[in-house]
């Protein structure tokens, strides 16, 4: 399924995707792991957890799954899951990531988890790595991470086999996080390879604390860029008990769970294409998934509105958030 054809998916749950960060690996920045995954964080027991997961989100009409490179075996487990399940397999859409390789060596205790490089030689080896496990049902690969100083950006080199990929039918994107995200974006915008765009996606970390790169991805959807949001929970700090007063209490008059009003705020974005769900457990993905019938007033929106923080001071909690 050609990623372009994710605009024709109308189930009511098509603009939500489930990305598989948090149980594609043992140790992740979620708030509250220890409840959602317990002690055996095992490949067979985080296997186990992907497959239900993917199954409960395809029967809720969840049609995009994002993974990386960097999220521990979440391709491997993922390609398990589409080969065991090829009904589903022909309708889903498929996005993963390069330019962080893990190296945690399946532990939530190693000193570093990831290690970031924009540079050609790794793109090469990681497409390959991702082309052996997702073959052709890969539909969209995207530079994980770019800020306004990555070398992906200005790496003409690394512009042409993009653009060669691009040639094949693969669609070519990017992310972006920290506190520049905006910058980065429009610096993405700009990139061409013989007088056209490069990138057809963004993927960028926006949330109800965090909305600064809203402007951009707004101008990037107007480019025709489709705009996937990561991070809508902001790392579960949106979600019951973490959640602040305000959102409990919206929460509490629509009748849903604050990580659903918290998702529901990023949906109603007129640049948002896919908002990605990062459930850990099928508790959340079901809560997750009623984001998509939550209906705010306008009050609603002004006091969720006053949640925003200043990128920089967001960020810096971000980073302060420990693995495990």
């Known amino acids: 399924m050609p990623f372009a054809r994710l605009a024709t998916v109308t189930t009511p749950t098509s603009h939500i995707g489930l990305g598989l960060a948090a149980v594609g690996r043992p140790g992740y920045i979620n708030l509250g792991r220890e409840e959602d995954l317990g002690e055996d964080r ?16 395809y029967a809720q009409g969840v049609r995009y799954f994002d993974v990386a490179r960097s999220y521990g075996r979440s391709e491997e487990f993922l390609a398990d899951w589409l ?5 589903a397999a022909a309708d889903v859409v498929v996005g993963s990531k390069w330019g962080y390789t893990y190296t945690a060596g399946w532990s939530a205790d190693a000193a570093t988890h990831e ?3 924009h540079s050609v030689q790794t793109y090469d080896r990681q497409r390959a790595e991702s082309a052996e496990l ?25 512009h042409a086999r993009l ?18 995200q905006a910058d980065a974006i429009r610096a993405a915008l700009a990139v061409t390879v013989d007088g056209e765009p490069l990138f057809r996606t963004v993927q960028s970390t926006y949330n109800a604390l965090e909305t600064s790169a809203g402007p951009a991805l707004a101008e990037a959807h107007d480019a025709g860029l489709t705009v996937i949001v990561k991070e ?12 602040p007063a305000v959102l409990k209490d919206v929460a509490e008059e629509t009748g849903l769970g604050a990580d659903a009003v918290a998702l529901a705020v990023v949906l109603r974005a007129p640049w948002a294409g896919v908002v990605l769900s990062g459930a850990a457990t099928l508790g959340q993905l079901a809560s997750n998934l009623h984001a998509a019938v939550v209906d705010l007033d306008d009050d609603q929106l002004s006091r969720l509105a006053t949640l925003a923080e200043d990128p920089h001071t967001y960020w810096e909690r971000r980073g302060q958030l420990p693995w495990h």
């Not at 052709?136 to 003409?156: C, E, F, G, N, W």
């Open 83 to 87: 080969t065991a399940r090829p009904d």
């Open 42 to 57: 095992s490949v067979a027991a985080l296997r186990a957890r992907t497959h239900e997961l993917l199954d409960a989100a």
């Open 232 to 243: 809508g929970m902001a790392n579960g700090r949106l979600a019951a008990p973490h959640a």
């Open 115 to 117: 290690v970031k490089d």
């Open 134 to 158: 997702l073959g052709d049902r890969l539909d969209l690969y995207q530079i994980h991470s770019v800020t306004p100083d990555s070398p992906a950006l200005t790496d003409k080199e690394l």
């Open 163 to 180: 653009a060669a990929a691009a040639a094949t039918g693969l669609t070519v994107g990017f992310s972006t996080s920290g506190p520049a």
